[in-house]
């Protein structure tokens, strides 16, 4: 019986050091990220495929680390690109922004080498904390990702 409390007792230490490595992995909300550099704006309207999914606004930031990444090609490890995405209403041929409906944050740290380095996450609405539920949401995003290796797996390209 003795054994089986010892063995029981690490079987707990192990899953409480997995759920703090797996805590500590998460990407944090990038405070102030409207005080970045401005990548580029988007809108996908009603008119796309992708509207259930990604419509609206779409505007991009980066911190110092990022645009460094823009400018060469390689994004250094502590880049961080924020996806801010909003909604989209027309009224009388004029869009407008509505409320947020997530932050999408992709950042870059090279201790976790799976995806290039790059770690995802979404907050949701105007949360801080809220994220998203669907456990399959970062899987996708790596996946979808991968598609733009030779551009250090980020989509989007600054434009000077």
């Not at 004029?94 to 995802?120: C, Y």
Request: net charge negative; hydrophobic share 35%.
């Amino acid at each position: 019986m003795r054994y089986g409390t010892v063995v029981a007792a690490g079987v707990m230490v192990s899953a409480t050091l997995a759920v703090a490595t797996a805590q500590s992995a998460l990407v944090t909300y990038p405070e102030h990220f409207r005080s970045w550099a401005h990548v580029k704006t988007g809108l996908m309207g009603p008119q796309s495929p992708g509207f259930g999914t990604f419509g609206g606004f779409h505007h991009i930031y980066a911190n110092d680390k990022a645009m460094e990444g823009y400018r060469t090609g390689h994004f250094p490890d502590g880049s961080v690109i924020v996806f801010d995405r909003l909604e989209s209403h027309d009224a009388a041929g004029s869009t407008t922004e509505g409320a947020r409906l997530s932050i999408d944050v992709m950042s870059k740290d090279e201790q976790h080498p799976a995806n290039g380095g790059w770690q995802f996450e979404r907050f949701l609405k105007d949360s801080h904390t809220e994220r998203e539920p669907n456990a399959e949401f970062k899987a996708q995003c790596a996946t979808c990702h991968t598609t733009r290796k030779d551009h250090d797996y980020v989509f989007s390209e600054y434009r000077k």
